[in-house]
């Protein structure tokens, strides 16, 4: 089993910055890559960026140039990655879920954070 802690959501003003941050623990040595997924009220849940243990990221679209998911930081125990978000506008309002992807393709979920962008 994969344990995944996320932090760093809340209310923020359009244009302004926050950064998510997830540490998964446990059964880590078959991750290969790790996510960051955002599902908005009454939407699917939808890729924002991900990357490997090589350090190669993928963004969707609609972050490309605001969002920046960082070198995955991995020792024995934890592996851990962060989701700097920059001019953050009204339609990034969603929860956001860290998602650790082990070889075999599947992918564990963490509890979501809120993010709130709102005047």
């Known amino acids: 089993q994969v344990q995944i802690v996320e932090s760093g959501g809340g209310l923020v003003q359009p244009g302004g910055s926050l950064r998510l941050s997830c540490a998964a623990s446990?059964?880590?040595?078959?991750?290969?890559?790790m996510g960051w997924y955002r599902q908005a009220p009454g939407k699917q849940r939808e890729l924002v960026a991900h990357?490997?243990?090589?350090?190669?990221?993928?963004?969707?679209d609609f972050v490309k140039g605001r969002f920046t998911i960082s070198t995955i930081s991995r020792d024995n125990a934890k592996n851990t990655v962060y989701l700097q978000m920059n001019s953050l506008k009204p339609e990034d309002t969603a929860v956001y879920y860290c998602?650790?992807?082990?070889?075999?393709?599947?992918?564990?979920w963490g509890q979501g954070t809120q993010v709130t962008v709102s005047s």
């Open positions: 990357i490997t243990v090589a350090g190669n990221t993928n963004y969707a």
């Open positions: 446990g059964s880590i040595s078959s991750i290969y890559a």
């Open positions: 998602s650790p992807r082990n070889v075999m393709g599947y992918n564990y």
